[in-house]
């Protein structure tokens, strides 16, 4: 997958549950299973607005396991915590 590409949709079958990553931002690293990165997303979750969101997904992003998401606000109190905590970059990942 290329960096900031609209990438899948899905459109829920028959339980309802709908998502679309909106921009893939990076991948973090390795999964804990074979197959799977753990990336940093813009997703929409049931076609609500779109939130920051780190977990883990296979390689054609139709699984994923849990994760934890951020509102905008969220993560820039994230960001705000980490600069003093430690010097790091804004430098995409």
């Not at 940093?40 to 049931?46: A, D, P, Q, T």
């Not at 998401?69 to 990942?93: H, P």
Request: proline fraction near 2%; glycine fraction near 8%.
């Amino acid at each position: 997958m290329q960096e900031n590409e609209k990438v899948r949709k899905n459109t829920g079958g028959d339980n309802g549950f709908t998502f679309e990553i909106v921009e893939h931002i990076c991948v973090l690293g390795k999964g804990r299973e074979e197959g799977y990165t753990k990336e940093l997303n813009y997703v929409s979750f049931r076609g609500l607005p779109p939130k920051w969101d780190v977990r883990e997904w296979n390689s054609d992003h139709t699984r994923m396991t849990k994760g934890i998401t951020f509102t905008w606000d969220e993560m820039r109190k994230l960001i705000e915590a980490m600069s003093e905590k430690a010097e790091i970059t804004t430098e995409a990942c």
